[in-house]
C-alpha cells in the first residue's frame, strides 16, 4: 500500500511539474554552464586562424569567464530569494544573446573579447544550473532527484547536438557567424523555456513547511569543511574549464577531424 501511495505520488509531481521540468530543462541547456562554455573550443582555431590571436590570449577569456561566473554564483542566490525565478533567468538569458551578438560582430581585438566573456559570466549566471535546480527542489518533492537528474541532462544534450550544427557553420561562414547564430538560438528558445517555467514562486508546491535545521550562511563560512569543499569544487572546475577549452583544437590538430570513419565489415 505504501509503495503504491508513494507511486501516485511520483506520478501526480510529474503531472502537475511537467511544465516546470521541461522549462529548466531547457533552460540549463540554454544558460551560461551549456553553450558558452561547451562552445568555447569550437571557436579557438578559427580565431586563431582569422584575427591571428594567440591561442593564450583566447584562453585568457575562458579563465576570466570561470573566475567571474563562480564569484556571481553566491550573488544569484541572493536575487532568486528576493526576485523569484523567472526575472533573473530572463536577465541572463537576455546578456548571454547580447554578449554573443557582440562576439560575433563588434569585438575587434583579444582585450575586447575577454571582456566580453568576462561580462557574459557575470551578467549570465543567473542562467546556471544553480536556479533550474532550486526550481526543481521547489516543485518535486518525492520524483526530486530523478527531475534533477532530467534537468542537468540539458547541459550535457546541449554539448552534444551545439557542436554538430556548429560547426559547419563555422566552416562556411567563419567564427563570427556562429557566434550570431547561437544568438539567434538562444533569442528564439528563451521565451519557450520562460513560458514553461511561468511566474513560479521560490517556495514551491513541493516544498512542505516544515523547519529545517542546519548551520547558518555565518556560521557555515566559519566551517574548515565548507571552505575545504569549496576549494575541491573550485580546483574541479578550474580543471573541466581548461580540458573543455582546449580539448577540441588538440584532437582536431592531431587530424582527428579529417578522418573519415571506418566502414564495419560484415
Known sequence: MLDAEVGRTKSAEFRNGW??????TLGASLGIAALPFYTFGIFMRAIEADAHWRRSEISLAQTAWSILLALASPF????IDRLGFRQPIAFSLAAIVGCFLLLGSVVSSPVTFVIVYALMAVAGAASSPLPFAKLISSTFNRSR??????TLAGTGAAAFIAPLFLG???????????YLSLAV??????????WLIGRRKVAGVGQSERVVTGRSFVQAIQSRVFWQLAGIFFLVTFGASGLVAHLVPILTESGIARRRPRRLSG
Open 76 to 79: 544569484v542566490g541572493g536575487f
Open 185 to 194: 538560438a538562444i533569442a528564439i528558445l528563451a521565451p519557450a523555456c520562460l
Open 145 to 150: 532527484g530523478l527531475a534533477l537528474g532530467i
Open 19 to 24: 511544465r516546470v521540468l521541461l522549462g529548466a
Open 168 to 178: 559547419p557553420i563555422i566552416q562556411r561562414a567563419g567564427w563570427r557567424a556562429g
